[in-house]
């Protein structure tokens, strides 16, 4: 602690030094990462790389921004990306545990006060997801007054917050943005999380002016995309609705199946028409293209969506990642033979995964971004060894980490390091077993012969695909 004192002190020595100096487009960031992962930092603004930054040798740093474009940066540790607001002057300094990367970090200096805003307000929007969950069960009116409540109670500690300190009408603009989007985020998620199966009806049951403002949304402001924090997951649960609606019209199926080739097509269609900015459509198309080949089940319709997102994606790279995709999701079909990557283990060792396999085996992937995932899926595997002895469980960490921290979070969590590795090129066995999302489990026999290569630890009829494989 008293080190960190220093450190603030000496920051904002230098900081202070800003006043001899004539120029005023400009700002400092610094911090201290407490547990890093490796022994930088990556500054970025609208995925523009400002800079790469290296820690000291206290894992510590401090950068000027010249010619500063007010505004969202991002940066970037491991696996972790969180935002900072920065505006001409700021000198702000951040100190965070990547053990607990959002929860653990706090600003300070002149400018900390606005970015502790915004990053209490995305702590408190995750917790609000789950209220709004369970929200979504009541009848339209109801979850309307209830959310337009928990809007208005945003807007009020917003207010509050700008009658208190000095704030910018960019600051001003951005965190109302940021409620508002939210907002629009509950409602366009609305039908999905409703239990009624009958999406037909439910939309039917909307209030006429349930979705009234849409009519003032920007669907191509490439600016709100890389400022507002909420309105990237808005266009998401947006198109996700829009389409939705159209698929509805000429489908005649009641019951809507999210994962269907038609619903997925009218997406792609749907993103096509309605955004010209070619950055956030090229994304938009990518992120949906993703997210059907990771829970689709018939390989079959692979082809068919990767067709359509090849002759509306302008991004090369896009294109060739989701084409390298699709290759893997078909060379990883039931029956075939599980890729022989290359491993490391908690000793550092090097191996393939071959090696290890002699019996049924259950492959599952953890991350330390994904913090209650690692947990869950670690508790959840020792319960299954026990009732399914003669299984095989391996857990394969995918974070580029150094050897010490991957395994201090084994042990601080009180997991065996038994059975544990990591991948000694984590991108190319990524790439190679499609490992997205970070719930994908694979099965694999004896033999090495792929069972089931998308199945999910928590999925009601995992347990029954294990009894089938032992069975056979």
């Not at 930092?41 to 995925?47: G, K, M």
């Not at 022989?340 to 971004?369: A, C, H, M, Q, R």
């Not at 990591?422 to 099965?443: D, G, R």
């Amino acid at each position: 602690m008293r080190q960190y004192v220093y450190f603030i002190i000496v920051a904002l020595s230098l900081f202070a030094c800003k006043n001899d100096n004539d120029e005023s487009d400009y700002a400092y960031l610094g911090g201290e990462i407490i547990n890093p992962n490796n022994n930088f930092i990556v500054l970025s603004r609208a995925d523009q790389v400002i800079d790469t930054i290296s820690l000291d040798s206290h894992n510590r740093f401090v950068y000027k921004l010249k010619n500063l474009n007010p505004g969202m940066y991002t940066f970037r540790h491991g696996s972790e990306v969180q935002t900072v607001f920065l505006e001409p002057l700021d000198s702000i300094m951040f100190r965070l545990n990547t053990f607990d990367f959002d929860e653990s970090l706090v600003y300070t200096g002149e400018g900390a006060k606005k970015n502790n805003y915004l990053i209490n307000e995305f702590l408190q929007n995750e917790i609000d997801e789950h209220k709004i969950f369970k929200l979504c069960q009541l009848n339209p009116e109801a979850f309307e007054k209830q959310i337009d409540s928990i809007k208005n109670n945003k807007t009020e500690k917003l207010n509050r917050f700008k009658n208190k300190y000095k704030t910018s009408p960019l600051f001003n603009k951005i965190a109302q943005s940021n409620i508002d989007y939210s907002y629009y985020s509950s409602k366009e998620i609305y039908p999905f999380v409703n239990y009624n199966s009958n999406k037909r009806n439910l939309l039917k049951s909307l209030p006429k002016d349930f979705y009234s403002y849409r009519k003032n949304i920007e669907y191509n402001n490439e600016l709100y995309n890389t400022s507002y924090l909420n309105y990237n997951s808005f266009l998401r649960s947006s198109f996700n609705n829009i389409a939705l609606e159209k698929h509805l019209n000429h489908s005649k199926e009641d019951c809507f199946n999210n994962t269907s080739l038609c619903y997925n097509l009218d997406k792609l269609n749907i993103v096509d028409s309605l955004v010209v900015n070619t950055s956030i459509k090229n994304e938009l198309l990518y992120y949906f293209t993703i997210s059907f080949l990771t829970k689709n089940k018939n390989i079959d319709n692979d082809n068919v969506i990767l067709k359509s997102f090849l002759n509306k994606s302008t991004d090369d790279k896009n294109k060739e990642i989701i084409t390298n995709l699709v290759h893997s999701l078909n060379n990883l079909k039931p029956g075939g033979t599980f890729p022989n990557i290359d491993l490391v283990n908690t000793e550092n060792g090097e191996l393939k995964i071959k090696s290890v396999i002699s019996k049924p085996t259950v492959i599952y992937f953890w991350s330390n971004k994904f913090y209650d995932h690692f947990k869950k899926t670690h508790h959840k595997a020792s319960e299954l060894k026990i009732k399914y002895p003669e299984m095989h469980f391996i857990a394969i960490n995918i974070d580029d980490i150094n050897l010490n921290s991957w395994r201090n979070t084994l042990k601080r969590n009180n997991f065996s390091l038994r059975n544990e590795y990591q991948f000694e090129k984590p991108e190319e066995s990524m790439n190679i077993l499609a490992v997205y999302p970070i719930t994908k489990v694979f099965i694999i026999d004896k033999d090495n012969s792929i069972v089931n290569s998308n199945t999910n630890m928590f999925a009601s009829n995992f347990e029954e695909q294990l009894l089938g494989l032992l069975n056979r």
